[in-house]
């Protein structure tokens, strides 16, 4: 099975890009729900969430674990590469490459958690790869918070959108890292408050075309992974409004499961 974790439903647009680029897969996916957000919280904190999040994982049957979370791909992946042997993505690296393969100009934006911008890991990754980038980073901590209220399409979000992109429009981007596992659902406003120039690099998707790749070069991991397209949807806490949220995210009603921690 595919192992995902996120710091809660945001993780589900990895989900529903994996759906996509490996139909039938069987996964598992755990949101920490009761411990959400992770992108205001302490690196040693996010690391320690990391832990348990994988071991769940693999104890209830993964072989491969994905971060969908960006803060904790920020944070916690040299941990987590260092504690287990099981493949292991993350979301940054991935998002990073697709960035660098579409920018025309090298002139990048990243948006995030508050956690993921000042971990300064996109901004790292991409100029080890390219030398001649030039990175403009932006914390949008309003839009998580936004989105799992299901506001995606209010004249509210739009505005508060414009106004996170304002000083990367100054800067004349033209290609935006979508660093959080909740923007690809403002993916419409965000590439009209850019503009149509700017390139949009969604990490959620990314990810999913690395995973499918790694995959399809590796039979023995290939091997180890169910087809039956059966997926779980475990969290670590429920309530209407995530249920809401779940099902928005993945365009149809799936059955959250309590796991008690
Ligand atoms: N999953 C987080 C991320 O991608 C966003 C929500 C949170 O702050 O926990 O950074």
Redesign the pocket.
Known sequence: MIGIF???L??LTVVRALMERLPGYDMIYFGDTAR??????SRETVIRYSIENTDFLLENGASVIVM???????VATETILNRYSVPVFE?ITPAVAQALQVSTGLNLGVI??R??ISSGIYEKKLKIKNKKARVFSSPCPLL?PLVEEGWMNKPETRMIVKKYLHPLKTRQIDTLIL????YPLLKKIIQEKAGKRVKIIDSSLAVAGSIKNYVENNPEVNDLLAKKGETRFFVSDITEQFSKTANAILNKNIVLELVKK
Not at 36 to 41: A, I, L, N, Q, V
Not at 68 to 74: G, I, Q
């Open positions: 996120d710091s809660g945001g993780g959400t957000p992770y992108g205001t919280k969908a979370c960006n803060t904790a791909s920020s979301v995030g958690t956690a993921t998580v660093g959080c596992t909740h």
